[in-house]
């Protein structure tokens, strides 16, 4: 997948993203927004090759995992995991994160768009949730500006809502300002006889 400025494709073990991954999954910022511990250069590669294998989008609890590529460099993640397959609830839920030296200007905006396009448009998702921790103000003020909907909060998270009719009002608009190109023919679109959900990744 791309946008004007950003490529979204499965992570990789080589080794500038493993020494990106590294430094971006030890910012006290991340861990503390995902609850994620400590990690040495041993256990974040380990948790970047686990992150290597979710790469398709065929059924239920399936989740698909994508590295923010900019200019070449790894910055960050955009994921998507499928929460329900029956049509007329058919959901995902999004997630994002990004290396905070690139905060500001634009790209987890960029990037969960695309994300977006890709569950409205090619998962054919009724609704979309957004997950966020208490004490991450960044990431609730992302959701809101993707669109999504306060919904429910309980002592630790806010949980946000987006339903397709929303995409249906602004996702062309969307699309057409980030350049996006989700990247998937025909054959690869959702109802194929490969897969429940059809086979959304290469």
Request: glycine share 8%; with cysteine; hydrophobic share 45%.
């Amino acid at each position: 997948m791309s946008t004007r400025r950003l490529i979204l494709r499965p992570h990789r073990l080589r080794h500038a993203d493993a020494e990106a991954w590294h430094h971006i999954v030890n910012q006290p910022d991340v861990r503390t927004a995902l609850n994620w511990p400590a990690r040495d250069r041993a256990a974040s590669r380990r948790h970047l090759e686990h992150r290597t294998r979710h790469t398709r989008l065929w059924q239920a609890d399936d989740f698909l995992a994508l590295a923010i590529e900019l200019d070449g460099e790894l910055i960050g993640d955009v994921s998507l995991h499928v929460r329900s397959i029956e049509g007329s609830n058919r959901s995902a839920e999004i997630g994002w994160l990004l290396d905070r030296r690139n905060m500001g200007c634009g790209y987890a905006t960029e990037a969960a768009s695309a994300m977006l396009a890709l569950a409205f448009d090619v998962l054919q998702a009724q609704w979309v949730t957004a997950i966020v921790r208490r004490g991450n103000p960044r990431s609730a003020a992302l959701a809101k500006r993707l669109g999504f909907t306060p919904v429910a909060a309980d002592g630790q998270h806010d949980a946000f809502l987006m339903g397709n009719l929303v995409w249906r009002e602004r996702g062309a608009e969307v699309r057409t300002s980030y350049g996006i190109d989700v990247g998937v023919s025909d054959e690869h679109a959702v109802g194929s006889a490969a897969a429940p959900l059809g086979r959304l990744t290469r």
